[in-house]
């Protein structure tokens, strides 16, 4: 069956950086477009950052723009989120997701498959 495992989350003081991961197993990786989404307690879960199948293009939240970069390696079916110079607002548990299509990325309702997520936590 599909998994999505991420890793790399933890706590961070403000400023500091995290580069977590997503594992992919039981999908042919590059045939799948790649989503990080984030839920703060209280909150809805929001889009952070996508990548096409094949990495042609990405996408980042407004939030994360400028700080946060996604990237995937189809040969290790992984895909990762850099993040840099991170705020305590940041804080949230951060989910990978796949989709099927390049279309609809930044739509939590539109991905095929999601991880467990991995908690972040930023200090002030």
């Known amino acids: 069956q599909v998994q999505l495992v991420e890793s790399g989350g933890g706590l961070v003081q403000a400023g500091g950086s995290l580069r977590l991961s997503c594992a992919a197993s039981?999908?042919?990786?590059?045939?799948?477009?790649m989503g990080w989404f984030r839920q703060a307690p209280g909150k809805e879960r929001e889009f952070v950052a996508a990548i096409r199948r094949r990495g042609g293009g990405t996408y980042h939240a407004d939030s994360a723009k400028g700080r946060f970069t996604i990237s995937r390696d189809n040969a290790k079916n992984t895909v990762y989120l850099q993040m840099n110079s991170l705020k305590p607002e940041d804080t949230a548990v951060y989910y990978c997701a796949a989709r099927s299509s390049d279309a609809g990325l930044f739509a939590v309702y539109e991905y095929d498959y999601w991880g467990q997520g991995t908690q972040v936590t930023v200090s002030s």
């Open positions: 039981g999908l042919t990786f590059s045939s799948y477009a």
